[in-house]
C-alpha cells in the first residue's frame, strides 16, 4: 500500500503551479492515501479527488488537514488539541479516519504540530493527546503529519513509546 503525506505550504508563492507539479507526481505515484497538511483551499483537495478518482476525504479547513483516498472511510473524527500554543492565532488538530480496504479496516491520523522550537512542551502536549485517541481506536494506525520537530526530540521519542 502506498501512502503519502506532504505539507503544501497552504497558499504561499506560487502555490498554482506547485498544486500542478503536485498533482503530476501524485498520479505518477498512484497512492491510495494521501495526507495533506496546510490544504487550506478545498480546491486543491477537490483537484486531487478528481484527478486521481478518489471518492473519499476528511477535511478541515479550519486546520489545514485533509486525508484524501480510494478507501471508504467507516469513521471519521476531528480531535482539537486542548495544548495551544500562546503565541499561534489558530487551532491545531488532528483528523482521524478508519479506511476500509474491503478485506480489513486500519486507521489513519493526520496533524500539523506547533512549529516553534520554544513550543516544544506545547508539541510534546499534543503528541500526547494524539497518542491517546489513537489508542482508543484498537486498530493499527499509520501516523502521518508535519510533526515539526527532529527524530531525537522528546514529542518523536514519546509517539513511539
Not at 499534543?126 to 489508542?135: D, I, N, P
Request: some cysteine; hydrophobic content about 40%; glycine content about 6%.
Amino acid at each position: 500500500m502506498k501512502i503519502v503525506t506532504l505539507n503544501t505550504w497552504g497558499t504561499e508563492g506560487p502555490y498554482q503551479k506547485r498544486w500542478s507539479l503536485l498533482l503530476e507526481e501524485l498520479t505518477r505515484l498512484n497512492p491510495e492515501v494521501i495526507c495533506l497538511q496546510e490544504a487550506f483551499d478545498p480546491e486543491l483537495v477537490e483537484q486531487i479527488q478528481k484527478t486521481l478518482g478518489f471518492p473519499n476525504t476528511l477535511i478541515s479547513l479550519r486546520s489545514g488537514l485533509a486525508i484524501v483516498t480510494k478507501f471508504e472511510l467507516s469513521s471519521e473524527q476531528t480531535l482539537a488539541f486542548e495544548t495551544q500554543s500562546p503565541t499561534e492565532p489558530y487551532v491545531r488538530e488532528a483528523i482521524l479516519a478508519v479506511l476500509d480496504t474491503g478485506k480489513n479496516e486500519f486507521a489513519v491520523a493526520n496533524t500539523h504540530l506547533v512549529w516553534k522550537s520554544e513550543d516544544a512542551l506545547v508539541r510534546l502536549g499534543q503528541v500526547k493527546e494524539l497518542m491517546k485517541a489513537v489508542k482508543e481506536g484498537k486498530k493499527s494506525v499509520v501516523l502521518a503529519g508535519d510533526f515539526n520537530d527532529t527524530p531525537e526530540s522528546p514529542a518523536i521519542r514519546r509517539g513511539g513509546a
